[in-house]
Nanobody, 124 residues
Framework: QVQLVESGGGLVQQGGSLRLSCAASGRTFSSYAMGWFRQAPGKEREFVAAISWSGGSTSYADSVKGRFTISRDNAKNTVYLQMNSLKPEDTAVYYC?????????????????WGQGTQVTVSS
């Protein structure tokens, strides 16, 4: 089990950038695959990006490919989501999640642990 705490959300203008961080507790963080999901008002939670336990494999939703970058620092027990060229449709609560399977997955039900979420709002 890991506990996850997201930070870095906020209000940004269209075209701007934000970097989300997700700090994890627990000595087994480096064995978990990590993912970012988001949920906009009135919509279902959707996959954004994922990274394997080693950082050697990543996956992105088509809607963010080329604009967002997921990375991790296992020494700091932290995963990041760098978001560039933000659009109003990126507005959502962003959640960090951990999958003890260790390998990249886009399926939310595979993730065992979830953070509380951080709000990202992009104004037009």
């Amino acid at each position: 089990q890991v506990q996850l705490v997201e930070s870095g959300g906020g209000l940004v203008q269209q075209g701007g950038s934000l970097r989300l961080s997700c700090a994890a507790s627990g000595r087994t963080f480096s064995s978990y695959a990590m993912g970012w999901f988001r949920q906009a008002p009135g919509k279902e939670r959707e996959f954004v990006a994922a990274i394997s336990w080693s950082g050697g494999s990543t996956s992105y939703a088509d809607s963010v490919k080329g604009r967002f970058t997921i990375s991790r620092d296992n020494a700091k027990n932290t995963v990041y989501l760098q978001m560039n060229s933000l659009k109003p449709e990126d507005t959502a609560v962003y959640y960090c999640a951990a999958d003890q399977g260790g390998y990249v997955t886009t399926r939310s039900f595979m993730y065992d642990n979830w953070g509380q979420g951080t709000q990202v709002t992009v104004s037009s």
